[in-house]
């Protein structure tokens, strides 16, 4: 039995902080449930911290010692934050990181390194800061197949759309007061382009199914073309504007994709605002799952990197860390991927097109050639005189995702249209 567990942190900005906090806070109760002792021997980052005696600005410095039995990494970014976790596992240590974008981008990589050196990789901060999604699907249903993941995965877009809904503004000035509010970076892309959201949902799939789920393998789509016409027609049909990140297990493979998505205004999603983060995982056994909470900021993002430091102590401590992998992992199995042209499901269509007789009646024939059924049609008179078109907004039934495509292309070549067509999946 080892008496005291040893911690590097490298990289100390807003979550490392808290992560020292939540350890010196708590350390009478961490303590307790490890059974042993818990010591930050090291913190490694190029600024000056007030920790003097623990710090180092060479990460490799960390990486050389002995007495580190966990090397922390949250560093954020591709490197040198894998050449951290994979030097750290060759050097016999274990790692908790909170970096979904290594992760995602270097799975094989690292847990391939992992199980090479009986090492472990602790990940929950990745993916949803507080809430224990990574132990729910590793550990909680372990018994199950799963079925279907889907969620609201990124605080900052799931702001934006918040704020566009509630206070009837348009995506620019929401994104300026997600800035404000600390909710946004100063570079926003990686939030609103979807990326965060597909690196999040690979790293569930990837677990779920046990096999590595590529950046790639994601159909992904951000926000920036919600408009708060989309906001408003939305609501018009009784549905908000949620970004999603859906993974669905078919006959065919597994459909994977990030993109705004239409939800009905009675669903839990629908409710779920701001910084707040939920995810809906169905297991063959379980049935629903429903898990909600903080996915963002200093404090939910330490707590949950504190948790996987608690459970990887309490094996280092037991001499059993590395003995049996974390996650299930088969590096030769490749998971099928459905043709995204394949996809099946409802739509929310909006047109902007002149306003004449007989508009909605070509739309509707392109529309029904290509195998299109409509659900639902509004159509709004011009707002102002001035106006060169109007919007015609159309709800569809459940159809192939390549008929819809094919339409749109036709129809956004027409002299009547006025504006390239919107297209949002219908999430029921």
Same mark, same amino acid.
């Given at each position: ?45 190029? %600024? ?41 596992? %060759? ?144 609501? %018009? ?192």
């Amino acid at each position: 039995m080892k008496k005291i567990v040893r911690l590097a942190l490298i990289g100390y900005g807003t979550v490392g902080q808290g992560v020292y906090k939540i350890i010196e806070d708590n350390r009478k109760a961490i303590e307790a449930r490890i059974g042993a002792s818990c010591e930050i021997a090291a913190i490694c980052d190029l %600024r000056k911290i007030p920790q003097r005696s623990l710090h180092t600005r060479n990460y490799r410095e960390v990486l050389e010692r002995r007495d580190i039995d966990i090397v922390v990494e949250l560093m954020g970014g591709y490197e040198p934050a894998r050449t951290v976790i994979l030097e750290a596992l %060759r050097s016999g240590k274990n790692v908790v990181t909170a970096n979904k974008a290594v992760l995602a981008k270097h799975w094989d990589e690292i847990f391939t390194t992992a199980r090479k050196y009986s090492r472990l990789v602790y990940f929950e901060a990745s993916v949803c800061g507080a809430i224990p999604v990574i132990q729910v699907l590793n550990e909680g249903l372990a018994a199950n197949r799963i079925e279907k993941l889907s969620g609201i995965l990124n605080g900052t877009t799931n702001y934006i759309l918040s704020e566009m809904t509630r206070e009837n503004i348009n995506f620019a000035a929401a994104l300026v007061r997600a800035q404000r509010s600390g909710f946004a970076e100063a570079d926003p892309s990686f939030d609103i382009e979807g990326i965060d959201t597909a690196n999040k949902l690979a790293i569930l799939s990837s677990l779920a199914w046990g096999a590595w789920v590529k950046l790639s393998d994601v159909r992904t789509r951000g926000i920036e073309e919600v408009s708060s016409d989309d906001v408003y027609f939305a609501k %018009r049909f009784g549905y908000v504007i949620k970004l999603l990140g859906t993974a669905v297990s078919t006959n065919d493979g597994l459909e994977l994709s990030v993109e705004p998505c239409l939800i009905p205004s009675k669903h839990t999603f629908a409710n779920v605002e701001k910084e707040y983060n939920a995810v809906l995982i169905h297991g063959d056994a379980a049935g629903d799952i429903m898990l909600y909470g903080k996915g963002a900021g200093q404090m939910p993002a330490a707590s949950a990197v504190v948790a996987d430091i608690i459970f990887l102590s309490r094996e280092v401590a037991n001499g059993t860390a590395g003995k049996v992998p974390y996650i299930t992992y088969d590096q030769s199995k490749t998971p099928r991927v459905l043709d995204s042209t394949k996809s099946v499901g409802s739509y929310y269509l909006r047109f902007f097109t002149a306003d004449k007789p007989g508009v909605l009646s070509k739309i509707s024939g392109i529309l029904g050639k290509c195998g299109v059924s409509i659900a639902s049609v509004y159509q709004e008179e011009p707002l102002l005189k001035r106006r060169r078109g109007v919007p015609i907004i159309m709800l569809t039934h459940s159809t192939v995702l390549a008929g819809v495509e094919k339409a749109l292309k036709q129809i956004d070549s027409l002299s009547i249209t006025k504006a390239k067509s919107v297209k949002f999946r219908i999430e029921n």
